[in-house]
């Protein structure tokens, strides 16, 4: 067994284990592959959530406004209980038969016993739900530690991990995704390039990949970056310790940095430089190196 545990449950006490089978390196990497993509995939699922939640809010309002939209829907036949007491309209009746039941609606003790119903249900939804995202985290968190801890992969990882990798650094924990990647991308960044320093027989062999953007293999970048949102790929360009404004850099602003930071020192940008007859191509490839020689600083 690679690892054996014992089952949480009183009545069940026996152990069980998790066999370890040697595969190829060819197999290994095409699962690593696999799950990284799931987990992008997972990432991208709940960032959609968070939009769509968040144009619900904007929609909807308050509380008092989200009861009269239902009231609308419930006359005009679009809902099928009351939003005030739960009770169902019958079929066949019509849009002024609801407006009726809604005018003679006011007894406030069938309110509130059908107010609790629905927040005993909303509350067992979102605990549901929570238990979902919870082992999502967990999975992504898993695959993040199986792929070596890189530090560009920190985008895939939920917020509710970042919050507590934070504090584990001692870090804050408030603000966005892409804040709390770029807090915790540089304590472990500064913390490993220390390790490297200090030197002794635990040199090179840290606890997280800090390889740069510009050095890391195709398959450790998101795929298809231009689908990406505005917000991802902050929390990209967060990963990988890039600079960007992060009130004026639009999606096109964000793109072109990740991929200038991604082919600097590869010499694929001098390749289009052309020769005017004025030393033009002689001062491109001076900024180029210029360029080059602040990236490694930035590093």
């Known amino acids: 067994y690679q690892r054996r545990v014992r089952g949480g449950n009183g009545k069940c006490e026996k152990e069980f284990g998790f066999w370890m089978f040697k595969v190829s390196e060819r197999r290994e990497r095409e699962v ?9 995939a997972i990432a991208r699922k709940r960032a959609q959530q968070r939009r769509r939640g968040a144009r ?22 679009l809902l099928d209980t009351c939003p005030r007491c739960g009770w169902e309209i019958e079929r066949g009746l019509k849009s002024d038969d609801a407006k009726e039941h809604l005018t003679g609606c006011t007894d406030e003790k069938a309110h509130s016993v059908y107010k609790a119903k629905q927040a005993k249900e909303k509350a067992s939804k979102d605990a549901k739900t929570k238990a979902v995202e919870t082992q999502e985290e967990t999975q992504a968190y898993k695959t993040w530690e199986y792929n070596g801890r890189q530090v560009g ?13 934070c504090k584990k650094h001692g870090l804050e924990t408030e603000g966005p995704k892409h804040v709390l990647i770029s807090r915790l991308g540089q304590v ?14 635990d040199a090179g062999s840290g ?10 293999d195709e398959e450790d970048l998101p ?30 602003d964000l793109l072109k940095k990740l991929q ?18 004025t030393g033009g191509k002689k001062r491109k490839r001076k900024q180029q190196e210029e360029d080059d020689r602040d990236f490694k600083l930035d590093e």
């Open 56 to 77: 619900a809010e904007k929609r909807v309002g308050n509380i008092s406004n989200e009861d009269r939209v239902k009231e609308q829907l419930f006359v005009l036949l």
């Open 223 to 252: 795929q298809n970056m231009d689908a990406m949102t505005r917000d991802e790929l902050q929390c990209v360009a967060a990963s990988y310790g890039l600079k960007y404004d992060e009130k004026c850099d639009v999606k096109v």
């Open 32 to 40: 690593r592959q696999e799950v990284k993509e799931e987990n992008e």
């Open 188 to 201: 472990i960044r500064s913390m490993e390039r220390r390790a490297i320093t200090a030197g002794g027989e």
């Open 207 to 216: 606890t997280h990949d800090i390889t740069p953007i510009h050095k890391v």
């Open 153 to 165: 992969q920190l985008w895939m990882l939920g917020e509710g991990t970042l919050v507590k990798e």
């Open 260 to 277: 200038s930071a991604r082919l600097k020192g590869s010499g694929l940008l001098m390749i289009l430089d052309g020769d005017d007859g």
